[in-house]
């Protein structure tokens, strides 16, 4: 493994080539406002120094063997006309935790003097990655030496992370923003229905969202600094031994090389019930990969929107209410359910019931708003979100401008719109066990998250 990095050889490596050359001929000396924009971007490598347990599958016998490429925690930081600074973070794992997200959060503020509202911090939901102390942690039903390795290791997130935000801050420099959108056709709807129900499997009539948002700096020479892009699709190409970004990992990777001195940074959509399909192989994540990463390309290659307005960011986290509780009584009987995962999550169930006398009827779900006047509109989503949020969000605030994040701030479970909470399935009830939660989500889910966005986006 661990090989040197080269483009997908395909059709798409003519077409990414040619979307560089494009770029490429763009790079021409701009005038950077000195009262504008400043930008930053930092890298800092997460890859674990040790084999440990590999996170995003229940299946997984063993431990990573090795690593394809590094993983990566990176980060964009932008300071506008006013001096106030916001920085975003991307993190090559399956999860960040509230708790992830408040010991790095806690480092910028005291550091930086960065409000809650301006940091945003993300995962890329790569199944390649390794297991953290996050909300999946049950899952895995790992030994005491497993469990050691995997605290060793979340205990050095946090300084390795706000290195990668040290380096972005002392690297800000003037910059224009433009902002832009592309498409890629890999992301499939995965919520089959069949007589028996739901399977995990690509339904051709589900809804998905193809859009490659990208928001890009460039230098005052022209050049590019950084780009930050999305896309609304499972990073679960791979299921095998060795540490790796999955599809989003080679993208970063190939945009790297098609712009020598630009950081990539990559921010996962709203694609809980979307795959890559077909998928199973390396090949397959580098074919994605390249088709994402070329996407981009073009989307640099072509004529963006300029990103003029200052930075407005608001965060509130709201109580999102659960289905009622079970008793202590009834979690206790759960201790012998046939299920292995059930019988976990009663043990964890039943620590709360000893710590709090009872379980959580609402959990505190982070939504977040950052807004460049009407330019731009990134929304960043906690949780596993389905894709009906993003169609929501640019159905009822506007499609053109709207940059829409999952898996942001804290990864605490499945996110279902109120159809797939109906619908049932894995995304709207199953995978609860999994997170560790009693039940599903209460009906008003999908009301009381796009009450929020709508609050915070002042319409």
Known sequence: MNQPLSFPSSRLETHILAMLCVALLLCVPLAANAEGYKVGAGTAVITPEKN????????RKAPAEGKEHDLFAKAFAIEDQSGARAVVV?????????????????????????????FMMTASHTHSGPV???????MYGLDDAQSSLIAEYTATLPDKILSAIDAAIAGLEPCTLHWGNGEAGFAKNRRAFVLGGMNNAFNPIGPVDHDVPVLLARKADGKPKAVLFGYACHNTTLS???????????AQAYLEQALPGTTALFVSGCGADQNPLPRGTVEHAKQYGGELSGAVLHVIGDAMKPVTSPLSASYKEIPLGLSPAPSREEVEKQLQDQNVYIQRRAKRMLKTF????ALDTTYPYPVQVWQFGNELQMTALGGEVVVDYSLLIKY???????????????????????RVLREGGYEGAEAMIYYGFHGPWAPEVQDNIMKTVHELTGR
């Not at 000893?354 to 006398?357: I, M, R």
Request: with cysteine; net charge negative.
């Open 132 to 138: 953290t102390n996050d909300r999946l942690y049950d």
């Open 90 to 118: 991307t993190t090559d794992l399956v999860a960040v935790s509230s708790t992830l997200t408040h010991a790095v959060f806690n480092r910028v503020q005291a550091k930086y003097a960065i409000p809650r509202e301006r």
């Open 354 to 357: 000893d710590e709090k006398g």
């Open 240 to 250: 095998w031994q060795f540490f790796c970004g999955d599809y989003a990992g080679f």
């Open 52 to 59: 440990i347990w590999m996170a995003g599958y229940a299946s």
């Open 396 to 418: 009822e605030l506007g499609k053109d401008n709207q940059f829409v994040i999952g898996y942001a701030n804290d990864v605490c479970a499945y996110i279902p719109s109120l």
